[in-house]
C-alpha cells in the first residue's frame, strides 16, 4: 500500500499546455504540500493545505495552483507552461502532532 | 527568512572511511531532519531529531543536534559504497501566518556523497 502516491510518474508537453499532477494519500495526515525539485536538487516549498487553508509560497507563479477535492488529495494544476517550470515534483504529507513528512515518488516533468 | 546550509556539498570518499556532513539553519526549530535520496528516487526519512542534544544512530550513521548552535551533523562510520546518495538536512518550522498551525520543511541544498570502493 503506497501510502502518498503521485501520478504521472513522468510528463512530458510543450510549451503553452496545461497540465495536472494528481496525488493521493491514505495515512490521514491532515497536511500535504507540494515540493519543486530542480536541476540542481534543489528543493523548494510551493505550497501546503491544511484543514482547507492554504498557504502559498509567495515566489511560485499563478500559472501554479493546487486543487483539494478533500483532505486525502491534493493535486496540482498548471497553466501555460514553459521551460523552466522543468522540473521532478514532489507531493507530502504530515500530521504535526507525529513528527513525520512523508514523500511520494515524484512527477518528473519535462517541458519542450 | 530562514536559511539551511549544508557542508560540503559534494563529498567523494573512500570505503572504510570516516566523515561529518554539517548543517546549520538560522532560524529557531525544534525538529530537524535528515533524509536519502537515491539517483531519480523519492526521499526516504532517516532520522528526525526533536530536542536540544538529541543523537540518533542507524547503522553506519548517526545524527546530532545542537539546538543552540543551531547546528546538526550527520558523521559517517566506515562508509561503504552503498550508502552513496544524496543527503538532504531540512528544518521544519511553523507558518505564524498560518491559523492551523501549519509546518513546513526547508531543506539545503543536499549534500551528494560519493563512496569510491
Known amino acids: 500500500d503506497t501510502a502518498v502516491s503521485q501520478t504521472p510518474k513522468y510528463l512530458v508537453t510543450q510549451m503553452g499546455n496545461d497540465k495536472s499532477i494528481k496525488c493521493e494519500q491514505n495515512?490521514?495526515?491532515?497536511?500535504m504540500y507540494w515540493y519543486k525539485q530542480d536541476s540542481k536538487k534543489f528543493l523548494k516549498i510551493m505550497f501546503s493545505?491544511?484543514?482547507?487553508?492554504?498557504?502559498i509560497n509567495e515566489t511560485v507563479p499563478n500559472r501554479f495552483s493546487p486543487k483539494s477535492p478533500d483532505k486525502a488529495h491534493l493535486n496540482l494544476h498548471i497553466n501555460s507552461l514553459e521551460l523552466g517550470d522543468s522540473a521532478v515534483y514532489f507531493c507530502?504529507?504530515?500530521?504535526?502532532?507525529?513528527?513525520?513528512?512523508?514523500f511520494g515518488s515524484g512527477t518528473r516533468l519535462t517541458v519542450v | 527568512e530562514l536559511k539551511v546550509e549544508q557542508n560540503p556539498l559534494f563529498l567523494s570518499m573512500q570505503e572504510g572511511k570516516n566523515y561529518t556532513i554539517y548543517c546549520n539553519y538560522s532560524?529557531?526549530?525544534?525538529?530537524l531532519y535528515w533524509y536519502r535520496q537515491d539517483p531519480g528516487k523519492s526521499l526516504e526519512s532517516l532520522f528526525v531529531?526533536?530536542?536540544?542534544?538529541a543523537v540518533k544512530q542507524e547503522g553506519r550513521l548517526m545524527a546530532s543536534l545542537d539546538t543552540k548552535a543551531r547546528l546538526s551533523t550527520l558523521h559517517i562510520t566506515a562508509a561503504v559504497h552503498d550508502l552513496s546518495a544524496t543527503y538532504f538536512c531540512?528544518?521544519?518550522?511553523?507558518?505564524?501566518?498560518?491559523?492551523?498551525?501549519?509546518?513546513?520543511?526547508?531543506f539545503g541544498k543536499g549534500t551528494k556523497l560519493s563512496v569510491i570502493p
Open positions: 507530502a504529507s504530515s500530521q504535526p502532532s507525529l513528527y513525520g513528512y512523508t
Open positions: 531540512a528544518v521544519s518550522t511553523v507558518d505564524i501566518n498560518s491559523g492551523a498551525g501549519s509546518y513546513q520543511l526547508t
Open positions: 493545505y491544511n484543514n482547507k487553508e492554504l498557504i
Open positions: 532560524t529557531t526549530s525544534d525538529r
Open positions: 495515512l490521514g495526515h491532515d497536511t
Open positions: 531529531l526533536l530536542s536540544n542534544g
